[in-house]
């Protein structure tokens, strides 16, 4: 029996899988900029502006959910927005800091952030085990907390590979108490006594968004910003080695895991081994910032493109998370993120009082 020619029943959608091979990754990506679009609109309001835009979209995309399917030919652009858009995001987020801004904090203070950031970090994993916090969770709620927030979480999540859910969960707690600690630091400071340039200090060693830091070092004075500024800098700065210790952490881990498990079936097993190449990319706009070979303009509009790509990524994440699974994390999570920032205000405190 001769073969069945298909040609001339497929020849009529041909077009439209062409198409589909070449552009299916466009609706999702569509959507993807439309949401970081909304986002960074609702931010510019003053009744969401101490929201960021990356928790905004995220929190958009998980509305929209809610209410409309999500089709199989939204994934490929949607995939695009959570991968390339976001490393893309943090790569640009280098251009943000110079390592002569940094410097200028002097050994002294680098010390009380640095010190505050690895106290945080290691304590709030400590905890999340002892507290029964799934440890990818609670990996990313410690990174977001003691680094950067939306963009520590991302970037860590490259390497933890937690869940969607665990993205917006940690996303939205250390948001959460970003936003409470814009708020009670500023009143704090006043009580304790703190001189402007400790008050930048402690502000900026301890709250999580950038926005979040100006926002409340805006209420005492300008001298205050430029030291908040500079000091959440120094932990912005931190992102890419403590990403580039958690991959080789992940790397011996996986190769243990590897190892036991070839060990009980007789033969070699591969671990796949993640490598958080963006980070470089991060760490050479950085030193391209330094050397001043980046006009002004081009950091500035380069932080707005990051902003929005960011926004877009988790925007993405968002449309793709279940609400159900949110909800069953429970409130250990929720205390944990708590514990971390009081730890980190806390510890970044106590280093500000004894160097006086």
């Known amino acids: 029996m001769p073969p069945i020619d298909n040609s001339a029943v497929l020849a009529p959608v041909a077009p439209a899988i062409q198409w589909h091979q070449r552009w299916g990754w466009m609706p999702g990506l569509l959507l993807s900029l439309a949401l ?8 510019d309001l ?13 929190l958009i995309g998980i509305g929209l959910r809610r209410v409309v399917t999500l089709s199989p030919a939204l994934q490929p652009g949607l995939a695009i927005a959570t991968r390339t858009l976001l490393r893309t995001a943090v790569i640009l987020l280098g251009l943000q800091v110079t390592f002569g801004q940094i410097a200028a904090l002097g050994v ?7 010190a505050s950031l690895v106290t945080c970090f290691f304590a709030t994993e400590f905890l999340g085990r002892r507290l029964g916090v799934e440890a990818k969770l609670a990996r990313l709620i410690a990174t977001g907390t003691s680094i950067c927030g939306a963009s520590a979480i991302v970037a860590a999540n490259s390497v933890t590979r ?20 814009m708020f009670a630091m500023p009143a704090l400071v006043p009580l304790f006594g703190f001189a402007p340039t400790q008050a930048g200090i402690w502000l900026g060693a301890s709250i999580h968004e950038v926005a979040q830091v100006v926002g409340a070092a805006t209420t005492i004075n300008d001298q205050t910003v430029t030291i908040a500024t500079i000091a959440k800098m120094a932990r912005i700065v931190s992102l890419a080695p403590i990403v580039l210790l958690m991959a080789t952490a992940a790397r011996r ?13 007789g033969n070699a097993v591969h671990a796949r081994v993640p490598v958080p190449w963006f980070v470089f990319g991060f760490l050479f706009l950085a030193g391209a910032a330094s050397f001043g070979v980046v ?11 990051a902003s929005f790509l960011l926004a877009a990524a988790l925007g993405a994440m968002g449309f ?16 944990l993120a708590a514990s971390s920032w009081l730890i980190l205000a806390g510890v970044s405190f106590a280093l500000l009082r004894i160097a006086g």
């Open 253 to 265: 881990s996986m190769r243990s895991q590897a190892g036991n498990q070839a060990d009980k079936q």
């Open 162 to 181: 937690g869940r969607d859910e665990d993205v917006a969960y940690a996303l939205a707690i250390v948001t959460a108490f970003g936003t409470v600690a």
């Open 46 to 58: 003053r009744w969401f502006h101490d929201i960021s835009a990356a928790a905004m979209a995220i």
């Open 320 to 335: 793709g998370i279940d609400l159900g699974a949110l909800r069953r994390m429970g409130l250990r999570p929720l205390v």
């Open 295 to 305: 006009p002004p303009i081009v950091t500035h509009d380069a932080g707005l493109v």
């Open 108 to 114: 002294q203070t680098i010390g009380i952030v640095i």
């Open 36 to 43: 970081a679009a909304a986002a960074m609109g609702l931010h």
